[in-house]
C-alpha cells in the first residue's frame, strides 16, 4: 500500500520505518508475533497475529523523539484479519514508563470499528505537557484476542506547542549574554567569588569569537576563588528531556601558576547532583578551548551551569560560552555525502560475450610463528598510562619493543592500543557522553594535523545506557563519524551479548540472541554500507554506478539466462574498470 499522507507529514514523522519498508526494523511485537508481508502493488504492510489479550500489538520506543508542551497528530491505516465478522475495535496509545513511580497511559485514538474488507485511517491527537523519565512507547492494540492486526503505514508528527522555548532552534546559543556585551548580566558568582568583565585581544585568530568582533573581545574574569567556584547561570526552562546538548568554551587562568591546572564545565542539578560536562588542562598564559556535551533524562526542578577548577586563589578568565541543542539528522545527512566521498568510487562493469578480443621470546615467539598472518599487532597494548615496563626494564624498552616487532616481521603494521583517548577522561580529550559527532571529528582532525600519517583504528568501542534507543543512537553518532572520515581504517567490538560486556546495559543483544534496538541500528548501517545496484548497462556494454571496496557478485540477465559472477574492487579514489566476461 502506499501512504495518501502528504509529504510534508512523512517529513517530519518521527515514527522510524513507518512503512515498514525495512521489515520490522525499530518495531517490536508486545507478547504477540508480528511479520512483514508484500502487498502485491510494490508495498509492504505488518500483520500481528497470536494475540491473546486485547492490549496485545506493536509497539516502537519513541523516547528522544517527542518533546514536552508539543501537540503531536497521529494518523495510522489499518485493517483486521481473523475470526471475526465484520469489524474489530482498533486504538493508539501512549506507554510512559518513569523511574520510580508506576506506568501512565495516554490514548491517542480512542477504540475505533475498523473493517476486515477496507483499509481506514485512523486519526488523533495528543498533547505531552511533561515527559517521563525513563521511556515512552508508542503502540497499536484493540482487537479481540485471536483477530490479526494489519498496518500499513503509522505517522506521528508536531503541529504546535504550547510553549516556544519547547522547540529549541537547533545551533541556538541558550547561554544569555555570552558575549558580556551586557556585563554581568544573567551571570552570578556560585559562592563567594568575584566577577567582572574584561577585554583581551589575545584569542588565537582562526575563533570566530575573536575573528568576528574585529579587535579586543569580552570575558568574565573571576577572583578570589576556591577550587569550586566561578562563573554561573541558570537554564533550568531553557533545556529539554532527551535533547543532546554541545557544550563549547574559551577558558585561561592568572600568571604566575605553576604547573597546569583543570578547568572544568559543570552542571549543578536541583541544587544537588552534579554532572560533569568536560574539562581541559590549562597551562601557561593562553587561551584554551574546552569543548563538551550532556543531556538531561530527568525532570529537573533547576539546573545551573557554571566553570570552575583552578586552585584557589587563581584567577579564571571565561570567553564566548555556548550551548546549543545538536541536530543529529542534518549531521547524517552530511555524513552520508562524506561518506560517498570518502568510502566509495566510480566503477564500470565491461561486459563481454563469446569470443571477443577484448578480454584482458613473548614478542619473538609469537610474530615469528605468525610470521606473515598477522596484518596488524599491537606491540605495547593499554601502557601509554602506565609505566609496568619502563620501571623494569628502562627507558628505553618501549622504543627496543617496536625495533624488534620490525624486525621479526616487517610487513606487519605495529599498533598503539590505548584507552581514555577519546572518551575524555584523558584531560587533554574532552568528555562527550552523550557522544557529538562535531567533537569526534574534530578530534580525528587533530590526529590527521599532525601529519604523523599513522592509520586510526578504534579498538574498544562501548556505549552503555539503560535505555537501549539513546544506546542505539550514540552508537550510530560514532560509527557515521569514523566511517566518514578518511583517517579511520577499521573499528573493533568485544564482546556484544548480554553479560559478556565490560559495562552494564551496553549489549545489542541479549542472552536469548535477540537483538536490541542498538543491534538493530548496526544491522542497518550495515545495510547502507553495502552496495546494491540495479540497471541495464548502456550500448557500449557498460554498467555504471558509485560503490564500497569489497566483494561483489553481479547477476547479468540475457533473455531467458541467468549469469552471476564475482569480482572485487580495491580501495581507491579514480575510476576502475571490471571487465567481466559472459
Not at 395 to 398: A, F, G, L, M, T
Given at each position: 500500500m502506499s501512504s495518501s499522507s502528504g509529504s510534508s507529514s512523512v517529513a517530519s514523522n518521527i515514527i522510524v520505518n513507518h512503512d515498514f519498508s525495512s521489515g520490522l526494523d525499530s518495531w517490536e511485537p508486545n507478547t504477540c508475533v508480528a511479520s512483514v508481508v508484500l502487498d502485491g502493488q510494490g508495498g509492504n504492510y505488518a500483520v500481528v497475529t497470536n494475540r491473546t489479550k486485547t492490549w496485545q500489538g506493536l509497539e516502537q520506543d519513541i523516547t528522544g523523539r517527542v518533546s514536552a508542551g508539543a501537540t503531536y497528530t497521529v494518523s495510522a491505516r489499518v485493517r483486521v484479519s481473523g475470526p471475526v465478522q465484520e469489524s474489530n475495535d482498533v486504538e493508539t496509545t501512549l506507554r510512559l514508563e518513569f523511574q520510580d513511580s508506576p506506568r501512565d497511559y495516554k490514548t491517542i485514538i480512542k477504540k475505533t470499528s475498523v473493517s476486515r474488507n477496507r483499509w481506514q485511517?485512523?486519526?488523533?491527537?495528543?498533547?505531552?505537557?511533561?515527559?517521563?523519565?525513563?521511556?515512552?512507547?508508542?503502540?497499536?492494540?484493540?482487537?479481540?484476542?485471536?483477530?490479526d492486526l494489519l498496518i500499513d503505514y503509522v505517522l506521528m508528527a508536531s503541529t504546535s506547542r504550547t510553549n516556544e522555548r519547547a522547540n529549541p532552534a537547533h545551533g541556538l546559543n541558550i547561554i544569555t549574554n555570552s558575549s558580556f556585551d551586557q556585563d554581568t548580566n544573567e551571570w552570578f558568582p556560585f559562592s563567594s567569588c568575584s566577577l567582572s568583565v574584561r577585554k583581551t585581544s589575545e584569542l588565537p585568530n582562526h575563533v570566530p569569537l575573536a575573528r568576528d568582533s574585529e579587535g579586543k573581545i569580552s570575558y568574565i574574569l573571576a577572583t578570589n576563588c576556591k577550587k569550586k567556584e566561578g562563573p554561573a547561570q541558570l537554564i533550568t526552562d531553557k533545556v529539554q528531556l532527551f535533547w543532546t546538548y554541545q557544550v563549547s568554551a574559551w577558558v585561561r587562568i592568572g600568571s604566575g601558576v605553576r604547573g597546569p591546572q583543570k578547568v572544568k564545565v559543570k552542571l549543578k542539578?536541583?541544587?544537588?547532583?552534579e554532572v560533569k560536562v568536560c574539562e581541559v588542562e590549562v597551562n601557561g598564559d593562553k587561551w584554551h578551548e574546552i569543548v563538551g556535551s550532556f543531556r538531561i533524562e530527568t525532570k529537573p526542578r533547576k539546573v545551573m551551569v557554571y566553570v570552575h577548577g583552578p586552585d584557589k586563589g587563581v584567577d579564571l578568565m571565561l570567553a564566548g560560552l555556548r550551548i546549543f541543542a545538536v541536530d543529529r539528522r542534518a549531521r547524517f545527512e552530511h555524513l552520508k555525502k562524506k561518506t560517498d566521498k570518502v568510502r566509495k568510487r566510480d566503477i564500470v562493469l565491461k561486459f563481454y560475450g563469446p569470443g571477443s578480443s577484448s578480454l584482458p621470546a613473548g614478542t619473538y615467539d609469537l610474530l615469528t610463528r605468525y610470521k606473515r598472518k598477522f596484518e596488524h599487532y599491537d606491540v605495547n597494548n593499554e601502557m601509554l598510562h602506565e609505566t609496568y615496563y619502563r620501571d623494569r626494564l628502562g627507558?628505553?624498552?618501549?622504543v627496543t619493543m617496536y625495533k624488534t616487532a620490525k624486525k621479526l616481521d616487517p610487513n606487519v603494521r605495529l599498533f598503539v592500543n590505548d584507552y581514555h583517548i577519546e572518551d575524555g577522561r584523558d584531560a587533554h580529550s574532552t568528555p562527550e557522553n552523550p557522544v557529538v559527532g562535531e567533537i569526534v571529528c574534530s578530534a580525528l582532525d587533530k590526529f590527521v594535523e599532525s601529519k604523523l600519517g599513522l592509520p586510526i583504528w578504534f579498538t574498544e568501542l562501548d556505549f552503555s545506557h539503560l535505555n537501549e534507543r539513546f544506546r542505539g543512537d550514540d552508537l550510530e553518532v560514532m560509527l557515521r563519524e569514523a566511517f566518514a572520515h578518511p583517517a579511520v581504517e577499521g573499528i573493533m567490538f568485544w564482546g556484544n551479548e548480554e553479560g559478556k560486556k565490560k559495562w552494564n546495559n551496553a549489549h545489542w543483544w541479549n542472552a536469548k540472541g535477540d537483538l536490541n534496538e542498538a543491534g538493530r541500528r548496526l544491522l542497518a548501517l550495515k545495510e547502507e554500507w553495502m552496495s546494491n545496484e540495479k540497471g541495464k548497462t548502456n550500448n557500449q556494454g557498460q554498467f555504471k554506478f558509485r560503490g564500497f571496496p569489497g566483494d561483489y557478485k553481479v547477476y547479468v540477465q540475457i533473455g531467458s539466462k541467468r549469469i552471476s559472477k564475482e569480482f572485487?574492487?580495491?580501495?581507491?579514489?579514480?575510476p576502475l574498470v571490471v571487465r567481466i566476461n559472459l
Open positions: 485511517t485512523l486519526e488523533g491527537k495528543v498533547l505531552l505537557e511533561t515527559l517521563p523519565d525513563r521511556k515512552i512507547v508508542f503502540y497499536l492494540e484493540g482487537p479481540s484476542p485471536g483477530v542539578v536541583n541544587d544537588k547532583e627507558d628505553e624498552i618501549r572485487e574492487v580495491p580501495k581507491g579514489e579514480s
